[in-house]
């Protein structure tokens, strides 16, 4: 189409959306009593909505017909462009005081993501993704570079909610991390999946393991690993991303074992 929207447009607006959720985030994070619901599996704050709507507001404006898919308020409109957002990527964590959280915010055209940008405000770290145009930590070119061997390395392992609240799956996952642990240092479970594509990106860690993930990170993330380098193979709810190939494979033996 003659018409569609350049790829650096999108970017800037998912930068200015993502920033405008984080530095709300920043200016809330342990000010007092966190206004939230506290269930067995899964926090819902106040805050959330909030960063939310702050998100949304700067989309609109810029993109006042294009649809959106919000962690908290679902899915909105039908177009050919769909902005999928997660607000606060790391509720817990922030509820709990931990600071690790992102904004995560991706634009999809005809359902493949061609733009994203997740930002971590306490660092002051905003990553960058374009598809073909690379991927960038606050105006910097990443790659997933890492030469260290994996008996010595770190892998994050990334669990969706939806694998959370199904007793197979739950069991599944933990057969996955037994399995990833036999073949790295340490398997890393941060709450807060943007900030591990974040590290995934600049190669700072090994790998990384989803497992039926939730869709507001994964899209923002797949695009930011696949931009900075990261080879990766998905199939049946598991993506498995690394700096290297074999790597990939390796990690697949894992999750194939377990």
């Known amino acids: 189409m003659n018409d569609r ?18 530095t709300f985030l920043a ?6 009593e966190v206004e939230a619901t506290y269930g067995t599996d899964d926090v819902k704050a106040a805050v959330d909505r909030d960063a939310e709507r702050r998100v949304v507001r700067t989309i609109r404006e810029a993109f006042p017909d294009h649809a959106y898919h919000g962690e908290e308020s679902g899915r909105n409109g039908d177009h050919e462009y769909r902005w999928v957002v997660d607000p606060l990527d790391g ?10 959280f ?30 073909g145009g690379g991927a960038t930590a606050n105006g910097e070119p990443i790659a997933a570079d890492s030469d260290l061997p994996l008996d010595r390395g770190t892998v994050s392992l990334v669990v969706g909610l939806s694998a959370i609240r199904d007793p197979e799956r739950r069991a599944a996952a933990a057969r996955i991390e037994d399995a990833l642990s036999t073949r790295c240092k340490r398997v890393l479970q941060t ?30 993330g797949e695009l930011l690993a696949a931009e900075a380098g990261v080879e990766s ?16 494979d390796a990690l697949w033996d894992a999750v194939e074992a377990a």
């Open 5 to 22: 929207i350049p790829v650096r447009r999108l970017a800037d607006v998912a930068v200015e959306a993502a920033r405008a959720g984080g």
């Open 27 to 32: 200016a809330e994070f342990r000010n007092g």
């Open 91 to 100: 509720t817990n964590n922030f509820a709990s005081g931990l600071p690790s």
């Open 102 to 131: 992102a904004t995560a915010v991706a634009a999809l055209r005809d359902g493949e993501p061609v733009a994203s940008a997740i930002h971590e405000p306490l660092p002051g770290t905003t990553y960058r993704a374009e598809v």
């Open 191 to 220: 709450w807060s999946p943007c900030v591990d594509w974040g590290l995934v990106a600049r190669g700072s860690l090994e790998g990384i393991v989803c497992y039926h993930p939730d869709v507001y990170e994964q899209y923002a």
């Open 233 to 248: 193979e998905a199939r049946d709810g598991v993506y498995v991303g690394a700096s290297a190939a074999d790597v990939v």
